[in-house]
């Protein structure tokens, strides 16, 4: 995937993708409920890195053109947008009791930016090692697993109070 393309105009495309994704999940989530959303994004996540995968592993033989592979991850970040990106920090703040909720949050946004140290750290010396396309793929089963994790254990927490949210657990 050679775009050959300077990072600000590649900054400037990711948010064209990833802000319509973000609205419309405000507008949707709650007529459809955050489960609901935080399902659908992280299965369309999954789907949507197949098409990367398939330009990463097989671009040497079928010489696809450029744009496709922007459309590609830009359709990751559209539907990652819809809810993966903002409603896990959202759906902690409704599920945790009062007095555990800042420091539970608190402690997820640690992880998150350790997270994001050690992937901006090894990403390249791992897609160098493995195969780029290999990690994504590590992407593809991680919002396959969390779609399924949300769904099988996860409450609705649209428009329950917090005692009917603990109940529920």
Not at 23 to 39: H, I, M
Not at 67 to 83: A, E, H, M, N
Not at 115 to 142: H, K, R, T
Request: glycine share 4%.
């Amino acid at each position: 995937m050679n775009t050959r393309m300077d990072s600000i105009t590649a900054a400037l495309i990711s948010v064209c993708f990833a802000l319509p994704g973000s609205f419309l999940a405000f507008t949707v989530v709650e007529s459809w409920g955050r489960k609901a959303v935080l399902v659908c994004s992280s299965i369309l996540t999954a789907v949507s890195f197949v098409p990367v995968i398939l330009i990463l592993r097989f671009n040497h033989l079928w010489k696809l053109p450029d744009y496709l592979s922007i459309l590609s991850v830009g359709l990751i970040l559209l539907i990652s947008s819809f809810g993966l990106i903002a409603l896990p920090m959202q759906i902690s703040a409704e599920i945790l009791p009062p007095k555990l909720r800042s420091k539970v949050c608190a402690f997820m946004m640690i992880m998150v930016w350790i997270g994001m140290f050690i992937m901006a750290n090894y990403f390249l010396p791992w897609s160098e090692s493995l195969g780029m396309d290999v990690l994504i793929c590590f992407f593809f089963l991680w919002c396959l697993f969390e779609g399924v994790f949300v769904w099988k254990l996860m409450p609705e927490t649209k428009g329950k109070t917090y005692d009917e949210i603990a109940q529920a657990f």
